[in-house]
Nanobody, 119 residues
Framework: QVQLVESGGGLVQPGGSLRLSCAVSGIIFSIYDMGWYRQAPGKQRELVAAITSGGSTHYADSVKGRFTISKDNDKNTVYLQMNSLKPEDTAVYYC?????????????WGQGTQVTVSS
């Protein structure tokens, strides 16, 4: 059973920083692309940042220059460093992974972590 567990969310003031973590556990054969998505109330879930197995990264225009995605392959963990946070960054942040197990290859989602940017 593959699980993605996010942590690091919370309440932060505008201009502040948070670091989200997503730990992948279970019997894993390979991890391909990993990404962070977010969903604000009343809005669709959107891609925030992604990282390939080779380390290439992609960011939504709204977070370029402020957010950084990275990973630790030894720990099967993906991070999202969020700086210069704005109120419009408030959302539930979800981790997503394209993962192959012995049985199959498919996308997995974490349970989400709330990020609230407010003074």
């Amino acid at each position: 059973q593959v699980q993605l567990v996010e942590s690091g969310g919370g309440l932060v003031q505008p201009g502040g920083s948070l670091r989200l973590s997503c730990a992948v556990s279970g019997i894993i054969f390979s991890i391909y692309d990993m990404g962070w998505y977010r969903q604000a109330p009343g809005k669709q879930r959107e891609l925030v940042a992604a990282i390939t197995s080779g380390g290439s990264t992609h960011y939504a225009d709204s977070v370029k220059g402020r957010f950084t995605i990275s990973k630790d392959n030894d720990k099967n963990t993906v991070y999202l460093q969020m700086n210069s946070l704005k109120p419009e960054d408030t959302a539930v942040y979800y981790c997503n992974g394209d993962i192959r197990t012995v049985v199959s290859r498919r996308n997995y989602w974490g349970q989400g972590t709330q990020v609230t940017v407010s003074s």
